[in-house]
């Protein structure tokens, strides 16, 4: 009865300390998400651009070149053209149909019976 008492304080134990590093994983886990958001939100908020410095970035966005529609058809194609190649280049690998488990099982079972027969006759069994 005392080693039965024995193992159960040692589960109680055991059990308890698991729970314990848990929790402060648990805890450690959450201040490090907390401390991620308070970081995102100090980098998120940013000062107010006056006027002119909004009409500066309106100019830049305006300057960006502009692919026209017909570059833009002659690129697209000959990408396609170039991957529908290269696909008519790949070949389908073979498939191969898997062989039924009772075949397997079958041989693995008369290898065994010739074992038990191979025991018995030299009088092992």
Request: proline content about 6%; cysteine-free; hydrophobic content about 50%.
């Amino acid at each position: 009865m005392q080693a039965f008492i024995e193992g159960l304080d040692i589960t109680v134990l055991g059990v308890t300390v698991v729970f314990a590093v848990l929790a402060i994983l648990a805890l450690v886990l959450y201040f490090v998400g907390w401390l991620e958001r308070r970081l995102i939100e100090r980098e998120t908020v940013a000062p107010v651009p006056a006027p002119e410095e909004k009409a500066r970035e309106e100019k830049a966005e305006e300057e960006k070149p502009v692919v026209p529609p017909r570059d833009l058809a002659v690129i697209t194609a000959a990408i396609l053209a170039y991957t529908a190649e290269k696909a008519a280049q790949l070949r389908p690998l073979p498939f191969r149909r898997k062989v039924s488990d009772a075949w397997r099982l079958y041989g693995v079972q008369s290898s065994m019976e010739e074992v038990e027969n191979f025991n018995y006759e030299l009088g092992e069994w």
